[in-house]
């Protein structure tokens, strides 16, 4: 195994070798086998292979005895996970030859391909019936549009019952920004209950076992969370979600809210944030597909200099926006909030309005709507 071009200089390695840590230099005398193995592991464990098991690893506690920078244990992580890549590419390309599928069976998939709802009508109209589990889709705007009440209302969304046409489910909410609320998670629940209580449901079996669940904490409890206070902390949930989704196998979304945040601040080395960041998107996507799970990422917006003139886009530069498949972008449209399908390889871009009220998303009352309620 060989790796080459490691950017770590020769005080980085010496502090990590008087730490007891393994070393640059020991670690690309490390055989494929010893990775898979785990035996790269040192006496603190700062970085353990087999934590997560074969081709996954992750930052331990321990990083923060360590004294290491997270630029230094950044540049560990990637020169482990380049070597995990190279160590996996027999594995890998056993998989590509056995998993080729005609284009019939993904259309028969396609055609089972599940939606987790907005509580949004509209919203889920332009989304061809919701949040489309098996994809990643990004979700974008100003801050105060409703991204995080979004990607709580989808986190409780998911749990609604497959009685009541939803998928009985649970979330992963990945907090960076540390905007989620659970005074206000408590609140959309409650919403969503009392919409499904009125539903006619004389038509759902088993109505008493799905009323017993029909309460604001059992939705909450359904809800696991994970606060990522820098960029490091949010790779490792990142490159941890694989594991955890496979002990927890009725996870169907994933939000993350927001990929940006701590990607736009203390970042020099513009080249390692664009790794770091497409080496995320792939994980996001393998894992959608592998779990048959909604991703959803919640991203900021940034001023580019275009034409002449300063507009609006999307934060992470270029190359992030070909990571997701399908992109959302919420703008004000007066007095209204709105969601534009800004990409998407089966939707076509049209926009439509969503309101955020108390009981979370809801559709826009027009006047004439409001006049016959009355
Ligand atoms: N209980 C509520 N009732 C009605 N509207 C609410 C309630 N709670 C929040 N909102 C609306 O949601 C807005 C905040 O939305 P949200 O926090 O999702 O924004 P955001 O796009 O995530 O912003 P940021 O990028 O700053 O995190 C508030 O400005 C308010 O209009």
New binding site residues.
């Given amino acids: 195994m060989e790796v080459s071009g490691l950017p770590l200089s020769p005080s980085q390695r010496a502090k990590l070798a008087s730490a007891g840590y393994t070393t640059l230099s020991s670690l690309s005398a490390v055989s494929s086998q010893q990775l898979a193995r785990g035996t790269l592991a040192t006496t603190r464990h700062f970085i353990n292979p087999s934590f997560l098991g074969f081709h996954r690893f992750q930052f331990l506690p321990a990083r923060a005895d360590l004294n290491v920078s997270n630029e230094e244990a950044l540049v560990i992580l990637n020169v482990v996970m380049r070597s995990s890549r190279f160590s996996g590419s027999d594995r890998a390309g056993a998989c590509i030859v056995a998993g080729a599928q005609s284009a019939w069976d993904m259309l028969c998939e396609e055609e089972h391909n599940k939606h987790i709802t907005t509580s949004c009508g509209d919203l889920d109209k332009i989304l061809g019936g919701g949040i489309s589990c098996k994809e990643v889709t990004e979700i974008g705007?100003?801050?105060?549009?409703?991204?995080?009440?979004?990607?709580?209302q989808l986190a409780i969304n998911v749990q609604i019952p497959v009685g009541y046409g939803g998928l009985g489910g649970k979330a992963i909410y990945i907090d960076t920004?540390g905007?989620f609320m659970v005074e206000?998670v408590f609140?959309v629940a409650e919403g969503c209950i009392e919409d499904m209580l009125r539903l006619n449901v004389s038509q759902f079996k088993n109505l008493e076992t799905h009323k017993e669940k029909m309460h604001p904490n059992t939705f909450l409890a359904n809800i696991f969370y994970f606060r990522a206070c820098s960029y490091t902390e949010q790779i490792a949930v990142i490159n941890h979600l694989e594991k955890f989704v496979s002990e927890h196998k009725d996870v169907r979304i994933v939000v993350i809210?927001?990929v940006t945040f701590h990607f736009r601040q203390d970042f020099d080395d513009m080249a390692l944030r664009t790794r770091l960041l497409s080496g995320m998107a792939s994980k996001l996507m393998k894992l959608a597909k592998q779990f048959s799970l909604a991703v959803v990422i919640?991203n900021?917006v940034t001023m580019k200099f275009t034409d002449g003139s300063f507009q609006l886009t999307l934060a992470l530069g270029d190359s992030w926006s070909h990571a997701c498949t399908n992109r959302v972008i919420?703008y004000w449209n007066g007095n209204e909030r709105h969601a534009y399908i800004d990409k998407s390889p089966s939707l076509r871009s049209q926009s439509a309005p969503y309101a955020?009220?108390?009981k979370g998303i809801r559709d826009v009352v027009s006047n004439c709507k409001r006049i016959r309620m009355m």
Avoid: A, F, M, N
């Fill in positions: 705007g100003i801050p105060g549009i409703g991204k995080t009440q979004l990607g709580i920004e905007s206000r609140q809210d927001s919640l900021q919420l955020v009220t108390s």
